[in-house]
């Protein structure tokens, strides 16, 4: 049983060369996006560790498949547990998750997408503060892409998840309107971003890369390091790609 505490669950697949980050292929060879969804991971778990030991919270790994834990060695810091995903899609895996860390003694549930290497601490410990007020509350880092990088929760809301259309720019009205149904108050926290496509790979680059043009940084808010994945990228060939 958890000591009470936030959990900070990180939801992510297995790495796989031909199943990771596909829709980066190309640019990205399939072994190349299956590494860089290895980077995505263990950067963003990095900042997960150090946000749960600042906040007294717990880091987790909500992985799936079944039995892909040998997929995950090396990339998650001391502290940072893995958790199995469980049901059939997106929708019951998300509900699944948060039932099972409240279950195991958690005060407050903040899942998170693995594909935002550089997901700034300051979200992250500003969506544990969210779930840490008084009455009940959502918290949410939406992105820019409609969708949403974080959701924050202190009870099992099903409905939040329930027949959502995933992958698509309707994903955080949708939610918003559900969490207005329930009734729960929404804190929506600033904007963040996900790399999905060549085109968040390439804000992703401007972002790592100082050269300008990076949309969000009139927020005041400071990226993660992303060592991994900034290493990855900067030992990419010219041109992205090494192989099919």
Same mark, same amino acid.
């Given at each position: 049983?958890? &000591?009470?505490? %936030?959990?900070?669950? #990180? ?7 031909? =199943? ?11 072994? /190349? ?9 263990? &950067? ?9 030991? &600042? +906040? ?6 909500? %992985? ?17 547990? #893995?958790?199995? /995903?469980?049901? +059939?899609?997106?929708? +019951? ?18 899942? %998170? ?8 601490? =300051? ?12 009455? =009940? +509350? %959502?918290?949410?880092?939406?992105? #820019? ?5 974080? #959701? ?21 009205? /949708? ?31 401007? =972002? ?10 009139? /927020? ?25």
């Amino acid at each position: 049983m958890a &000591d009470g505490g %936030i959990a900070l669950a #990180i939801m992510c697949k297995a790495p796989v060369a031909g =199943e990771s980050k596909t829709r980066l292929c190309p640019p990205l060879s399939r072994e /190349q996006a299956a590494e860089l969804s290895r980077c995505f991971i263990a &950067d963003v778990a990095d900042t997960v560790g150090a946000v749960a030991r &600042d +906040a007294g919270g717990r880091g987790y790994a909500v %992985i799936t498949p079944a039995g892909a834990e040998g997929a995950f060695a090396g990339l998650l810091p001391e502290g940072v547990r #893995i958790l199995t /995903q469980r049901g +059939a899609d997106l929708s +019951a895996r998300l509900t699944h998750a948060t039932r099972d860390l409240l279950a195991d003694g958690h005060t407050g549930v903040c899942l %998170i997408n693995a594909d935002g290497p550089t997901l700034p601490a =300051e979200l992250l410990a500003r969506a544990v503060a969210v779930l840490r007020e008084p009455g =009940e +509350a %959502i918290a949410l880092v939406p992105a #820019i892409d409609g969708g949403y990088a974080l #959701i924050g929760l202190k009870r099992e809301h099903p409905s939040l998840f329930a027949d959502v259309a995933w992958s698509t720019s309707r994903v955080l009205a /949708q939610t918003l309107v559900r969490a207005g149904g329930l009734g729960v108050p929404v804190s929506l926290l600033p904007s963040w971003y996900d790399v999905d496509d060549v085109a968040g790979l390439e804000l992703l680059g401007c =972002e790592l890369s100082g050269a300008g043009g990076f949309v969000l940084e009139g /927020q005041g808010l400071k990226g993660a390091a992303a060592p991994r994945t900034r290493a990855f990228l900067a030992a990419l060939p010219a041109g992205g790609t090494t192989g099919p």
